[in-house]
C-alpha cells in the first residue's frame, strides 16, 4: 500500500524545490486532465511506497483561479492521506490564510515553516512549539533550497498518515458562526463522510456554487445564512474570510518575533 503525500502551498513557497528534494530523480511530468496545468508526481528517495504530489501554488481553497480549482478538486476528490502544508517563514501571516482552510479538510496536516535559512537570517524568531499548539498540528523547520530538514518532514508526514487519525480543526468561529455552520451540518445527511462535513458546512455556507455543483443532495440552507447575515450584518463570505484574519492575526500575535531592523528605502 503507498501513502500519498500532497505538497500544498502559496505559490512560491519553495513546493518544487522541496520536491525535487524529496524525490531526486523519482518523477513524472505531466498535465492535470483537461487542463494546461502542470501535474507533478515523484517517489521519496529510499522509500518507494511514497508517492508524492507538488500541487499547483494557491492561496485560498475559494477557487477564483484554475490551479486553485485543480488543487482543490484534488485534495477533496483524491484525498491524499496527508497534506505537507509549506509556508514561507519569511511571509507567515499571509500564508497561513490557506493553512488554516486546509485544516477543515478532514485530511491530517503537517505544516513545513520554509525559508528559514532566511529566517534566521534576518534574526526574526518564529516559535515553532506555541505555533503548533495554536494551529493543532504538527510543524517542522526547513529550508528546502538547503535541504535542512525535508527527509525529517517527509518520515514524520509519512508517520502521521499511518496513524490515521483525523485531525479535527481546532479553530473555532465565532459562537454566531459555529451554530449555523452546526446546523448546516445537520442538513448534509450521509452522503458527505463525517469527517468532511465541517469543510462542506463552511464552503455552503459561502454559497460556494463550485461545491455545490459537486453534490448529489444540495440542502436549502440559504434561510439559514440570511439569519446569520442579518444577525452579524455582513455578507457570509466576508464574514468567514474576516474572521480567519483576525484568527491568524492572534497566532502571529504569539508565535512571530520581527527582529527591528530598518525598513530597506525604496526610493
Ligand atoms: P513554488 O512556487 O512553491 O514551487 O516555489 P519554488 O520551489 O519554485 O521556489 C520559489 C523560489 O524560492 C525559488 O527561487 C527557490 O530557489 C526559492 N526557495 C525555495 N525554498 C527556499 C529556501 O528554503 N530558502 C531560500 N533561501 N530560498 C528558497
Ligand atoms: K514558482
Ligand atoms: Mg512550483
Same mark, same amino acid.
Given at each position: 500500500m503507498s501513502i500519498k503525500i500532497a505538497l500544498a502551498g502559496?505559490?512560491?513557497? !519553495?513546493k518544487t524545490t522541496l520536491f525535487n528534494g524529496l524525490t531526486g530523480s523519482n518523477q513524472f511530468v505531466g498535465n492535470w486532465p483537461g487542463v494546461t496545468v502542470e501535474k507533478k508526481e515523484g517517489r521519496l528517495k529510499g522509500n518507494k511506497d511514497v508517492i508524492i504530489m507538488d500541487l499547483p501554488g494557491i @492561496?485560498?481553497?475559494?477557487? @477564483?483561479t484554475l490551479e486553485e480549482v485543480v488543487a482543490r478538486n484534488y485534495l477533496i476528490?483524491?484525498?491524499? &492521506?496527508v497534506i505537507l502544508n509549506i509556508v514561507d517563514g519569511t511571509n507567515l501571516e499571509r500564508n497561513l490564510y490557506l493553512s488554516t482552510q486546509l485544516m477543515e479538510l478532514g485530511i491530517p496536516v503537517l505544516m513545513a515553516v520554509n525559508m528559514m535559512d532566511i529566517v534566521k537570517k534576518y534574526g526574526d524568531e518564529i516559535n515553532i512549539g506555541q505555533l503548533s499548539k495554536k494551529l493543532g498540528c504538527p510543524v517542522v523547520e526547513i529550508s528546502a533550497l538547503k535541504g535542512t530538514g525535508i527527509m525529517e518532514a517527509a518520515g514524520q508526514a509519512v508517520a502521521l498518515a499511518a496513524q490515521?487519525?483525523?485531525?479535527?480543526?481546532?479553530h473555532k468561529f465565532s459562537a454566531d458562526v459555529e451554530a449555523v455552520l452546526e446546523e448546516i451540518e445537520r442538513c448534509l !445527511? &450521509? !452522503?458527505?463522510?463525517e469527517e468532511q462535513k465541517r469543510f462542506y458546512a463552511i464552503k455552503l455556507f459561502e454559497r460556494d456554487d463550485k461545491i455545490t455543483a459537486r453534490m448529489s443532495m444540495v440542502p436549502d440552507v440559504e434561510h439559514l445564512i440570511r439569519r446569520t447575515e442579518e444577525a452579524l450584518d455582513d455578507d457570509a463570505e466576508s464574514i468567514i474570510t474576516n474572521e480567519r484574519y483576525t484568527y491568524i492575526a492572534s497566532i502571529i500575535d504569539g508565535c512571530y518575533r520581527r527582529k527591528h531592523r530598518q525598513k530597506l528605502s525604496t526610493s
Amino acid at each position: 500500500m503507498s501513502i500519498k503525500i500532497a505538497l500544498a502551498g502559496n505559490p512560491n513557497c !519553495g513546493k518544487t524545490t522541496l520536491f525535487n528534494g524529496l524525490t531526486g530523480s523519482n518523477q513524472f511530468v505531466g498535465n492535470w486532465p483537461g487542463v494546461t496545468v502542470e501535474k507533478k508526481e515523484g517517489r521519496l528517495k529510499g522509500n518507494k511506497d511514497v508517492i508524492i504530489m507538488d500541487l499547483p501554488g494557491i @492561496y485560498s481553497l475559494s477557487p @477564483y483561479t484554475l490551479e486553485e480549482v485543480v488543487a482543490r478538486n484534488y485534495l477533496i476528490t483524491e484525498r491524499p &492521506d496527508v497534506i505537507l502544508n509549506i509556508v514561507d517563514g519569511t511571509n507567515l501571516e499571509r500564508n497561513l490564510y490557506l493553512s488554516t482552510q486546509l485544516m477543515e479538510l478532514g485530511i491530517p496536516v503537517l505544516m513545513a515553516v520554509n525559508m528559514m535559512d532566511i529566517v534566521k537570517k534576518y534574526g526574526d524568531e518564529i516559535n515553532i512549539g506555541q505555533l503548533s499548539k495554536k494551529l493543532g498540528c504538527p510543524v517542522v523547520e526547513i529550508s528546502a533550497l538547503k535541504g535542512t530538514g525535508i527527509m525529517e518532514a517527509a518520515g514524520q508526514a509519512v508517520a502521521l498518515a499511518a496513524q490515521s487519525r483525523q485531525n479535527a480543526a481546532v479553530h473555532k468561529f465565532s459562537a454566531d458562526v459555529e451554530a449555523v455552520l452546526e446546523e448546516i451540518e445537520r442538513c448534509l !445527511g &450521509d !452522503g458527505i463522510p463525517e469527517e468532511q462535513k465541517r469543510f462542506y458546512a463552511i464552503k455552503l455556507f459561502e454559497r460556494d456554487d463550485k461545491i455545490t455543483a459537486r453534490m448529489s443532495m444540495v440542502p436549502d440552507v440559504e434561510h439559514l445564512i440570511r439569519r446569520t447575515e442579518e444577525a452579524l450584518d455582513d455578507d457570509a463570505e466576508s464574514i468567514i474570510t474576516n474572521e480567519r484574519y483576525t484568527y491568524i492575526a492572534s497566532i502571529i500575535d504569539g508565535c512571530y518575533r520581527r527582529k527591528h531592523r530598518q525598513k530597506l528605502s525604496t526610493s
